[in-house]
């Protein structure tokens, strides 16, 4: 059980496997009609990289093992919902940070499939990413966020997210940038 502030969560951040490969499926083919439909962004980016369709090869290119063109050693996690046994999010952690994603990126990328937004799971699962983070031994946490996107801010804001700056980025959309420092 996960207390998001408000309620408690049963949920968990799992390692993807075959059990779980038609969900996947599901909630990928979710998120991309919802941005066909609503023009959103696909977060994290790590969990639409490669086609879910060869499950094998998306399974083991899921995450980076070693810094590559840019890319940093990063672990994968999906949401579940232990209750109702359905993924409701991903989260995507990276080990370091670059100057880009000290800029940009930051620690951890995350979304919530675009039925199960507004219920409290983005809170949950950053407190979930946040304890992954302690595992990695990373003590002070970067989230970045669209600053019209008020669901994650107050996500991150709920899990002691302190914000240090913004920032217009190349698509001249004003970013917030959150510190977190990890008990």
């Given at each position: 059980?996960?207390?998001?502030?408000?309620r408690?969560?049963?949920?968990?951040?799992?390692?993807?496997?075959?059990?779980?490969?038609?969900?996947?499926?599901?909630?990928?083919?979710?998120?991309?009609?919802?941005?066909?439909?609503?023009?959103?962004?696909?977060?994290?980016?790590?969990?639409?990289?490669?086609?879910?369709?060869?499950?094998?090869?998306?399974?083991?290119?899921?995450?980076?093992?070693?810094?590559?063109?840019?890319?940093?050693?990063?672990?994968?996690?999906?949401?579940?919902?232990?209750?109702?046994?359905?993924?409701?999010g991903?989260?995507?952690?990276?080990?370091?940070?670059?100057?880009?994603?000290?800029?940009?990126g930051?620690?951890?990328?995350?979304?919530?499939?675009?039925?199960?937004?507004?219920?409290?799971?983005?809170?949950?699962?950053?407190?979930?990413?946040?304890?992954?983070?302690?595992?990695?031994?990373?003590?002070?946490?970067?989230?970045?966020?669209?600053?019209?996107?008020?669901?994650s801010?107050?996500?991150?804001?709920?899990?002691?997210g302190?914000?240090?700056?913004?920032?217009?980025?190349a698509?001249?959309?004003?970013?917030?940038?959150?510190?977190?420092?990890v008990?």
């Amino acid at each position: 059980m996960v207390d998001n502030g408000t309620r408690k969560m049963n949920i968990k951040l799992i390692k993807l496997t075959k059990e779980y490969q038609q969900q996947l499926g599901e909630m990928i083919d979710e998120w991309k009609h919802d941005q066909e439909v609503n023009h959103t962004d696909h977060s994290p980016s790590s969990i639409f990289r490669n086609d879910y369709h060869d499950f094998d090869y998306y399974l083991s290119h899921l995450e980076y093992k070693v810094e590559t063109q840019g890319r940093v050693p990063d672990s994968v996690f999906f949401c579940l919902d232990i209750d109702r046994n359905r993924l409701v999010g991903a989260v995507n952690i990276r080990h370091y940070l670059t100057d880009f994603l000290l800029r940009e990126g930051g620690h951890i990328g995350d979304g919530i499939r675009p039925s199960e937004r507004r219920k409290g799971y983005a809170t949950a699962m950053i407190k979930l990413a946040l304890e992954e983070c302690k595992k990695l031994g990373i003590k002070r946490v970067l989230l970045v966020c669209d600053k019209d996107n008020i669901g994650s801010a107050k996500s991150i804001i709920n899990n002691g997210g302190v914000l240090e700056n913004e920032f217009i980025d190349a698509e001249d959309k004003v970013v917030q940038r959150y510190w977190i420092d990890v008990k």
